[in-house]
């Protein structure tokens, strides 16, 4: 018997309408490329989207095309991915760190037919523009007063292109199941690879998302994502702060420790989220200055293990709760979030701090599983390590135009590429991508622990660890350390700062110290390129 329930589709124009509705007056504060601070409303928001989709009919495109955006987190590019994902199209937010030669593929695969442009990456496209040949034209996302020179044909300004337009314009409706928009993977091996969502898959993960036990995010909110638009959607924020109608703040282009910490101020943000360098960032320039933060409540830490001393930073020196976060491009990001379960509250902090060290616990509607490599499920004990493997209905189910093939197994499993531990109250620790993790004497060491627990020493600004080709163990670590500006602190100090916070035979068999580590385009350790960098490394102990 079916049920008797409406049957609505769940559309992303529906979180514009909401926010546009019920919290009309609520702000979107945003720092602009051209440099001044923007404000408007939400109400004011669903009236530029409604002109932009009335310009995206006139400009020609229709359901299913490709839209490509090459922009920082602000107030024009959330009225375009709402315009776009809103009139059935799909909305491709480009990572303008990739490699020009990935960019170039990336539109060229994704088929995009108009690209909106920041003033920061308008060189960049000029240089790409005569391989992009499917591009039929430009949109400066900027008004006439800030136009650039410029050798791209067919160039629009996008306040111009939207002023002609009116603003009666009702969202069509359409399967829940249609693409809404693509993030490619950042591709360390290979090309990048198109991962589609769809409106259903987007709308459920936000509700997911805002959940208490994940982002927890509500109307009283005023919120921050450091977090790239073109980093897996900003890990939902922009879809979350609209359905909740939580007050937003766009960084533009400045994700320094002093332009963010200006904005986290002046706006009395409660929550933000980031990767790991860019609170790197934050948290030296609070310490040079002697800051301290007076609204902030929660921050979020992902896309790389989040180190145990900034965690305690956050919480102990500026009583900001950390929230530590993984997912990936292809989990729409969100897969698991660190919150503490009921009865934690009595822990010690420190027990606490240990807990958050983790990865953090799948929000409902994720499903998680470790297995060896034969495929064999592992104990959920917090020590055996595995194979992560992951299935729900924001996970990939294939990458765009079957690129990788068949990426799920019989039982419709993800592997994630992660290596990670799940403990019997749920909590999943990654110890490694399978790419990076150590083998050393036919055991597994975790490079990421060992990051970790390097960047506890007061002296390192950030490490890295990679393995080398040793005579007799076939890999053993080597510890490659950045120093915090002022520090000199070497070799044995680091080794023996070590000693008693990682397992003996763990220990790294040299340190090397370097002026900078390469990172990929969201920010990650590039290892591929460190290990290129190491390939001759002669370890003391071959
Ligand atoms: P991306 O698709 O660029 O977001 O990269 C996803 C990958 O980032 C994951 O598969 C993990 O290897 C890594 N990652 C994301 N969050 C974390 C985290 N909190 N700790 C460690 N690694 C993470």
Not at 206 to 214: F, G, K, L, V
Not at 438 to 460: C, F, M, Q, R, T
Request: net charge negative; aromatic share 8%; charged share 25%.
């Amino acid at each position: 018997m079916r049920g008797l329930m409406q049957d609505r589709p769940l559309l992303i124009s529906q979180l514009l309408s909401f926010a546009g509705t019920y919290h009309a007056e609520r702000e979107i504060v945003s720092r602009t490329v051209e440099g001044p601070i923007h404000r408007h409303t939400y109400a004011d928001m669903e009236r530029r989207s409604k002109q932009l989709a009335n310009a995206l009919k006139r400009l020609g495109t229709s359901a299913g095309d490709c839209i490509g955006t090459l922009a920082w987190n602000g107030y024009r590019h959330l009225e375009i991915w709402y315009a776009v994902s809103g009139s059935g199209m799909v909305c491709h937010t480009i990572n303008p760190r990739l490699f020009p030669e990935q960019i170039r593929y990336i539109v060229n695969h994704a088929d995009d037919r108009y690209i909106f442009v920041d003033l920061t990456f308008v060189g960049l496209m000029e240089k790409l523009e005569a391989e992009m040949p499917g591009v039929k034209g430009f949109v400066i996302m900027t008004d006439r007063a800030h136009m650039p020179q410029t050798s791209l044909k067919n160039v629009i300004c996008y306040e111009e292109l939207i002023a002609a337009e009116s603003a009666d314009f009702e969202w069509p409706e359409f399967d829940e199941n249609t693409a809404s928009s693509l993030c490619y993977t950042s591709g360390t091996t290979g090309n990048p690879k198109g991962v589609l969502y769809s409106h259903r898959s987007t709308v459920i993960h936000s509700m997911m998302a805002n959940q208490p036990d994940a982002l927890g995010l509500g109307s009283r909110d005023v919120v921050l994502p450091v977090v790239p638009m073109f980093h897996a959607n900003a890990w939902s924020i922009p879809y979350g702060a609209l359905m909740c109608g939580a007050k937003l703040v766009m960084p533009g282009p400045n994700m320094d420790g002093a332009s963010i910490y200006e904005l986290l101020e002046t706006e009395g943000v409660t929550f933000t989220a980031a990767v790991p360098t860019v609170w790197l960032m934050l948290l030296q320039y609070l310490e040079r200055e002697g800051k301290t933060l007076s609204a902030l409540k929660r921050v979020v830490i992902g896309g790389s293990a989040a180190p145990r001393a900034m965690i305690e930073t956050f919480q102990r020196k500026y009583g900001a709760q950390v929230v530590h976060a993984w997912g990936m491009t292809e989990t729409s990001p969100l897969g698991t979030l660190g919150q503490l379960k009921a009865g934690m509250e009595t822990m010690s902090e420190d027990e606490q701090i240990t807990v958050q060290c983790k990865q953090g616990r799948a929000i409902f509607g994720i499903e998680m599983k470790i297995t060896d490599d034969a495929g064999k499920e592992l104990p959920r004990d917090g020590k055996a390590f595995g194979n992560l493997k992951v299935r729900g209905p924001w996970v990939v189910g294939s990458y765009l135009k079957g690129e990788g093939g068949q990426v799920l197994d019989a039982g419709g499993w993800f592997d994630t590429g992660d290596v990670a531990t799940l403990d019997p109250a749920g909590y999943m620790q990654i110890t490694d991508r399978s790419k990076d993790v150590i083998k050393s004497g036919g055991e597994w060491i975790s490079s990421i622990d060992l990051e970790n627990a390097a960047v506890g020493h007061p002296g390192v600004a950030e490490a890295a660890v990679i393995g080398i080709v040793h005579p007799k163990w076939d890999e053993r670590p080597l510890l490659i350390i950045v120093r915090k500006p002022g520090s000199n602190v070497g070799r044995d100090e680091v080794l023996d700062f070590l000693k008693d916070k990682i397992a003996k035979w763990w220990m790294p068999d040299d340190v090397a110290f370097v002026d900078e580590l390469p990172h990929t385009a969201t920010g990650k350790l590039l290892k591929t390129k460190l290990r290129e960098d190491f390939r001759d490394y002669k370890l003391p102990t071959a």
